[in-house]
């Protein structure tokens, strides 16, 4: 048996190689990105692309702040669309958070008659074309004068996370074990009670999962933000994209810097969830 | 009487009438609806009621920077948009990128997962690496891919150079440019494919193998009717979602390519974009989101059938 | 023809010993049964013997062919496993004959063996449908039919029945038994029922942590267990224990002390015997338990605590100086609380030492 295991052995150790040179493929355009993010200009266009060179943290005090010639320094505004992007992403994801999380408990417990229909339309309209949307969604903004505000692109994002916290927030719930509930209701508890005391205590993680996703899925939101949004509320991606959008000469260094400050947070969200991921990416439609 | 008193609120001429209001609301039978009101209203206020408003908008001849009152045209902005032959032509080319890229990502994902199917050290580490693509924001992977493209200082030009002393620029070309993207596309869902076949390989009981092992199966053998029953619905789910989020693509071919050189990555969302905010056409913009709508529904619901024989499938 | 030899098989997993030392021989017309409790290596055993599972001292043969260092795809063993593990996109008919593939079977031969399988096992009517469509008891017999339909070097059942519901089970038994009985290969059972492994073993092989107790014929390990585990392992109800000391032996009377009160057995009965003062195990089957004093041992004055009505009879929970004793009796429950007098013959009693092996009686003539 011995001869076997050595053999398996080695299979694992090919294995092993194979997946670290796959992953090494599919992480290096983020690593060169933020490789970039630490070169000077002329370090950033040389030809052969530079693998060595001697880092700068220079590119990422130019994504916040202008050094005019005669050395004054003023802020570029780019914190202001950092900040904008958290702001409205963490208050979008709450509200839909809080409604969906109930909208999903009553579709899991209390099945209205044709539940299945309302969760699909529910679930197209998150499938749907953002394109289909926007336009009566930017003529009635238009007309509201919501355009271009907070309130506007906040409410739009609720909206465009609700469907995905209910589907997720009802995939949490079907896996529980509804005797539990049944048993608090045995026990002289009312719906209310059992809702807060017993069944969202036994989903808190799938809460946090499901809040964290919905917060990457809004940061990185692109057209509705392009469209939606105003100077004052720009949000990182519009931002971003808006630097590359012309013809001359993209400053990459820190386009670069930008770019890598905007990924932490999805690297660090990337890596909590990873046994949330496929339910996650799949709106909660497949959880094994 | 009694159905009534159940049916609707009771009158408000008493004092408790605040408070019977709220029971009447929070009586059992009427649990779910409550529950469910908010999430519905907000969703037929955001997505539904602007989904009507662009139906109506399809039938007229709107246009959005125009004061002109729109007139009537019945179905003659879906029978215009349907005998376009550049509509056809995004249709042709959303197709041709739908259909490569997401085979790619098939075929790819499916690799993947056969790859980590097994354990080895550090796996959780590098399965990291791999998913991180998924989960980034199309403007950050579009950065990535025009700086890796660009003829000047990417990389791609820069290899390609050293064969041929010139510097490459893919996305010139419209074949380079769809290829450009096709690629683009493929590394950041592949792993999405890889996620799904991979729930699938981990679902398929150890003893199944084993069994074969004492069958004296064929490691072929094995794979044909062990491993493949045990992934094949998933792989059913990867190709519809991925059709579904490619079909739609707007964002990632936008920012690489905005739809050139020519039109030749212009997609059918590109050019509804294009119809919508640069030529102000509205109303067919309108029809033309609703054709998309159409296709997304259609494969919505086949989705969704096969979600729900799944679960069926897997109850039993 | 060829035998199944074990020697000296164990198997460790990190520093937990799985299995110790298992020797054993199984003839190829012979069924022998693992039984044990969950836990007791029965099941690594019966892995180790497919190529399951690596051994990690010891070795496995067929005839004289030793398999220890083969992969179970070399060493050509049919295996039914317990979760059944039908093969799910396949019909019932795939099922059973995929195993012969590998054997090179022409496609007559197949069709020749599917038949008789399928009529031994009536699967006649579901050949052509899936697992999934098929019910739990449906499943069990397709497990074993891809089993059975093999000419392998041994056939290995791992808990065959236990997933079906108790009528299911007592069919199965019957018709597993009828179809081991036409197999001329070393087979081998594991399950954790005594009830299946005395009706369906040849012999029995009682397992516990890791280690084989006592291996023989059914009836023999029920008359005469080796020690107190297997004692109060097979038989139900449970063979009453009463643990005591041993106070005078002489070659005509034995006196032990139990529950604080002198107990005197006729010493003739015993071939061997313990020294005065060492603890003992006394020990009979409630089923050698009657009310009333025409008997050899009487246990007097025995207060009722518990009755179970198992229908013909009663099982009877007493208590005898704060020892439990059980008693089967005919009929009628006595009721709980009631005093009565418990009779045992002699012949029913067996003694284990301090260690708890039994001690020779001289009746089994040598044979212990």
Known sequence: MSGSFRKHDQASKLRAACAWIVGGIYFAPVFWIILTAFKTRADALAIPPKLFFSPTLDNFHAVFFNVSSTGDVTGTGVWLYFANSAFIAITSVLLALVIGTLAAYAFSRYPLKGNDTYLFVILTTRMLPPIVVIIPIFLMFRVTGLSGSYLGIILLYTGFNLPFSIWMMKSFFDDLNPEVEDSARMDGSGDWTVLGRIALPQVLAGL??????????????????LLLTGTETRTVPVAIASTIGGEIGVHWGKLSAMVSLFLIPVFIVTFALQNQLLRGVTFGTVRK | MVMQTSVLPPAFTEKADARGLLQWINAPERRGPLLVA?????LFLINILPLLWSFGLSFFNYRANRQALPRFKGLENYADLLTDDRVWERFVTTGLIVSSSVALQLMIGFGLALLFAKNFPMRRLVLMLVLTPMMLSFVSVAIFFKLFYDPTLGILSWFVSLFTGESFALLSTPQGAILGIVVADAWMWSPFVMLLVLAGLVSVP?????????????????????????????????????????????DLVFLITEGGPGSSTETIAIYAYRLGFQFFRTSEASALAYMILFVVIVLTSIYLYVVKRRNAAEEV | MSILTLEGLSK???????????????????????????GCGKTTTLRMIAGLESATRGSVAFGDQE?????????????AFQFYALYPDLTVAENLVYPLKAEKATADECAQRLNRISDILQLGTILHRHPHQLSEGEKQRVAVGRCVIR?????????????????????????????LATLDKPTVIVTHDQLEAMTMGDRIAVMREGKVEQIGRPQDVFDRPCNTFVAGFIGTPQMNLLEGQCKAVSETEV??????????????????????????????RPRAVSPGHAADVIFENAKVVLTENMGAETLVHAEWNDLPIRMLAQGNCRDVGTCLDLGVSVDALTLFNRVGLRLALKSDGGRH
Not at chain 2, 38 to 42: I, Y
Not at chain 3, 160 to 170: E, Q, T, V
């Open chain 2, 38 to 42: 908010p999430a519905l209203a907000t």
């Open chain 1, 208 to 225: 946090a999962a499901t809040a964290v996703f919905a917060l990457i899925l809004t940061w990185n939101e692109f057209i509705f933000a």
């Open chain 2, 206 to 250: 150890g003893y199944l193998y084993e069994a074969a092992e004492i069958d004296r199966a064929s490691a072929w053998t094995r794979f044909r009717t062990i491993t493949f029953p045990y992934v094949k619905s998933l792989l059913l789910l990867a190709l519809l979602f991925r059709t579904i989020e490619t079909f739609k693509t707007f």
């Open chain 3, 151 to 179: 000419a392998p070097n041994a056939f290995l059942f791992d808990e065959p029945l236990s997933r079906l519901d108790a009528k299911l089970r007592d069919e199965m038994r019957g018709s597993i038994r009828k179809i």
């Open chain 3, 67 to 79: 398999v220890t260092g083969l992969p179970a795809r070399q060493r050509d063993v049919a295996m």
């Open chain 3, 12 to 38: 460790n997993f990190g520093s937990f010993a799985a299995v110790k030392d298992v020797s054993m021989a199984v003839q190829p017309d012979e069924v022998l049964c693992l039984l044990g409790p969950s």
């Open chain 3, 255 to 284: 006196i032990l002390e139990l529950g604080g009160e002198a107990l005197v057995l006729p010493g003739n009965r015993f071939a061997e015997l313990t020294e005065n003062g060492e603890k003992i195990t006394l020990a009979f």
